[in-house]
């Protein structure tokens, strides 16, 4: 069974039921272990393929805005490397082995700025997408817009880890693009194009 680290799955899993990706891509940010990935393949139907985005290699970087970490002791305040090992990754795509063999999911193991300007992934049509990878605010808009610009008519971005980023901030953003908040959790929050 795949772990996961994060809270309200029951609601990424209500999001994701039954969710029509008509014919178009599926994403997420921040695989890890690949639980979330797993939970949206197992519960979208019609999606092209699931695009797992993750740099691994315990990559040194800020993490949350400092506003919501001022309280936290200092060397988790700046930069500071995540566990994300290569021995993490290689398990979690042992993991996935069924997914992959069945053409349903693919590591693009690099960074989100990486993908973001990678030829291969930057002229697909994205529908269900989840977004758990920095939480820094201006990260998760420059996400959110280069989604937005890509994304299907009838469209979902799911935001993970809500209370380490100004949520109301990535929101308003996005509804320049027709997104509008259908749910939020405490930890998560989902908006949809219409």
């Known amino acids: 069974m795949i772990e996961g680290d994060g809270k309200e799955y029951d609601l990424l899993i209500k999001w994701a039921k039954d969710f029509d990706c008509k014919g178009h891509y599926s994403c997420e940010i921040g695989v890890r272990k690949g639980h979330s990935s797993k939970l949206i393949m197992d519960n979208v139907k019609n999606n092209y393929m699931h695009v797992g985005v993750d740099p691994y290699g315990e990559l040194e970087y800020?993490?949350?805005?400092?506003?919501?970490?001022?309280?936290?002791?200092?060397?988790?305040?700046?930069?500071?490397?995540?566990?994300?090992?290569?021995?993490?990754?290689?398990?979690?795509?042992?993991?996935?082995?069924?997914?992959?063999?069945?053409?349903?999911?693919?590591?693009?193991?690099?960074?989100?700025?990486?993908?973001?300007?990678?030829p291969n992934w930057n002229e697909k049509t994205y529908s269900f997408i989840y977004l758990d990878g920095p939480h820094m605010t201006k990260d998760v808009i420059t996400e959110a817009i280069w989604f937005a610009h890509r994304s299907a008519p009838h469209s979902r971005i799911i935001i993970d880890d809500i209370d380490k980023m100004e949520t109301s901030t990535i929101a308003h953003v996005l509804t320049f693009f027709n997104f509008q908040t259908i749910e939020m959790g405490e930890t998560k929050i989902c908006l949809e194009k219409k």
């Open 62 to 118: 800020q993490h949350h805005d400092r506003t919501f970490t001022k309280g936290w002791p200092e060397e988790f305040r700046g930069e500071f490397s995540a566990d994300y090992t290569d021995e993490m990754r290689d398990t979690m795509l042992k993991d996935m082995d069924e997914y992959i063999k069945s053409g349903k999911f693919v590591l693009a193991n690099m960074t989100d700025t990486m993908f973001m300007s990678h």
